[in-house]
């Protein structure tokens, strides 16, 4: 009786902790499997990933304008190529700077065709990661040497005008052996330095590699981040030869205006007031196309490294950039209007290929043929002529105006 007593009491008691082993299995083998699907699940999808940046009404605007710009600029741009080096004589460094210039413009024009087709293709890239980014950085590589060379521009010719006229229009460097003109040596190491940065930006790998998309918001983390470094460091080169403009340009305008104010019988008196007010123009226009897209890029690139942005957040900046690159790429069209701007032979020597009716058509550029530039100027337009060069030569030459201004007093140095 007592070993029967003992052995109901075992069995109350075992079956009174079964609930609680049972539980104890469940709880653990809840446990083990949910640690088995968070190791097989994959990890939490980035910011990027689960948001979208393809915006439908942005296909066809993009596509439209793009066309549009690759049309006039690839006419200019071939029409200034041309001109530049098979009707214009000169020769001097800003020629060359311009000959470079126009051949970073159609560079960049070709990268155009490609978005367009990618826009009309409901974005999306058919040609593989590695065609995206060589479109796409060959695209940048030629904006920046552009902006580059229009600095370069602006600083030779506020030497030009403010200086002896030999400088440094006379200066030659020694390459290999041979001396060549300075102005083919810079765009030499210029075209050299761009290539060189552009094959890393081409082979670093992204974060995140999509094959299906092109020219569209990337995150700049782990992998790429030094890629978002190197863009900084391309902002700030831009603001640089902003300043650089507008110093150069602010000289230029000062000192025609001074001399039409303060010499007014000067024949060339009002021609220097109107040479004034292009050299403001064209800084303008540089202002336009690159002045926006460059004070919006600090916030794209601080956005590609923050890891806690918001997808509305994200879709705005990416919308944004989009709108001021156009601006950017518009440069490529109106960089024909600046050459002739530049150079009043220049405006001449394509008039006279275009035809003197089309010249009369257009005759506010026809007229501007006869205006003086800050990088040439008539000859018989000086009262005093230099030494040995006689008045009936149709060549122009800063250094007329240079001996003008040195005549009357109002020469300064450009140099700070």
Request: glycine share 6%; charged share 15%; hydrophobic share 45%.
């Amino acid at each position: 009786m007592t070993q029967t007593g003992e052995s109901a009491s075992e069995i109350m008691t075992s079956s009174s902790s079964f609930p609680f082993f049972l539980s104890l299995s469940n709880s653990t083998l809840s446990t083990s499997s949910s640690s088995l699907l968070s190791a097989t699940s994959p990890p939490p999808p980035n910011q990027t990933d689960v948001c979208s940046f393809d915006d439908p009404v942005f296909r066809l605007p993009l596509a439209v304008l793009y066309s549009l710009f690759f049309l006039f600029g690839l006419v200019g741009n071939l029409f200034a190529l041309w001109v530049f080096l098979f009707l214009h004589s000169s020769r001097n460094s800003v020629r060359v700077f311009l000959i470079n210039c126009a051949v970073a413009d159609l560079v960049l024009l070709t990268c155009l065709p490609f978005r367009i087709f990618y826009h009309l293709s409901g974005n999306k890239w058919v040609l593989g990661s590695v065609a995206c980014k060589v479109v796409g950085n060959l695209f940048y590589m030629n904006m920046y040497v552009s902006i580059t060379l229009l600095g370069l521009i602006s600083l030779d010719r506020c030497l030009r005008l403010t200086g002896n006229g030999r400088v440094p229009k006379g200066v030659r460097m020694t390459l290999r052996g041979k001396s060549r003109p300075w102005s083919w040596v810079v765009c030499g190491a210029l075209w050299g330095l761009s290539v060189v940065a552009l094959v890393p930006m081409i082979v670093t790998a992204e974060d995140r590699e999509d094959g299906d998309t092109c020219f569209q918001y990337k995150r700049r983390s782990s992998k790429a981040k030094g890629k978002a470094y190197f863009n900084a460091l391309l902002v700030a080169l831009f603001w640089l030869v902003f300043v650089m403009l507008v110093v150069s340009y602010a000289k230029i305008a000062s000192q025609l205006l001074r001399v039409s104010r303060d010499k007014p019988d000067l024949p060339n008196a009002q021609k220097f007031k109107q040479t004034a007010k292009k050299s403001f123009f064209v800084l303008f226009l540089f202002t336009l196309c690159f002045g926006p897209y460059h004070a919006f890029r600090p916030i794209y690139i601080l956005s590609q490294l923050n890891d806690v942005a918001s997808c509305d957040y994200l879709q705005l900046v990416d919308r944004t950039n989009e709108v001021m690159l156009l601006f950017s790429a518009l440069n490529s069209c109106l960089d024909p209007v600046m050459y002739f701007l530049l150079s009043g032979s220049v405006r001449k020597t394509a008039l006279k290929a275009l035809g003197r009716r089309l010249g009369n058509r257009l005759g506010f550029l026809y007229e501007a043929t006869s205006n003086s530039s800050t990088t040439e100027f008539r000859q018989h337009s000086v009262p005093i002529p230099l030494s040995g060069t006689p008045m009936d030569t149709p060549r122009t030459s800063i250094c007329i105006l240079n001996s003008t201004l040195r005549r009357t007093g109002l020469t300064n140095n450009c140099q700070h």
